[in-house]
């Protein structure tokens, strides 16, 4: 095992550069009924007493909507961060198929129950290999996967949730998993390649 800094990388056998299956993403999430979903969140901006009670004049009733907007679009980055990381993990299964066809790279996944925290080495692959995510956080978004076996429907979140709490949800639900990878070491990314296809 070579280290570098604080990390430790698995030594794989041989010079050979090994490619990993395509990582298939989506780079957008459109709403089916985008109607629904802003009654949704307009539903969510009078039981959270979002907007102060007063009277009820265009301007606050402007403030309402407005709101209720920013709460679609506060959703919609949460159920794309989602799929990111769905895609993610499907990913991940596709590599272990990979790695358990090569004699070389085969004993460097354990048989674990998946989805093992020791698979967190390929979410470092991708950050160390620059892949071009959007504005995806890759932890993130694997966190809110690994939290939510479906994406949740809006009237699931409070506006505090979607406002300030899904960043630090999914990273803390990431870094949990993570943590659990012992020891923890990484796959060199030099000996990887792989590409990325949008969806």
Known sequence: ????????????????????????????????????????????????????????????????????INLVEQYQHLLLHWRWGDDVLEWIRQCEITFESKQELRNLLHSDIWPHAGRSSFVQLLEDKAVPTAGIQL??????????????????FSDQFLFYLNNSVG????????????????????RFTLQVVAM
């Open 1 to 68: 095992m070579e280290i570098i800094g604080d990390r430790k990388f698995v030594e794989i056998p041989g010079e050979r550069l090994h490619e990993l299956p395509p990582l298939l993403v989506h780079r957008s999430y459109e709403f089916k009924r985008l109607d629904k979903i802003v009654d949704m969140a307009a539903s969510i901006v009078e039981s959270e007493e979002m907007v102060p009670l007063q009277e009820e004049t265009l301007t606050m009733q402007q403030r309402k909507f407005d709101l209720a």
């Open 139 to 156: 932890e993130k978004a694997v966190g809110l996967r690994l939290t939510f076996r479906q994406p949740p429907p809006i009237s699931c």
């Open 171 to 190: 990273t803390s639900a990431y870094l949990s998993w993570a943590s659990k990878n012992t020891p923890i070491s990484a796959l060199p990314p030099e």
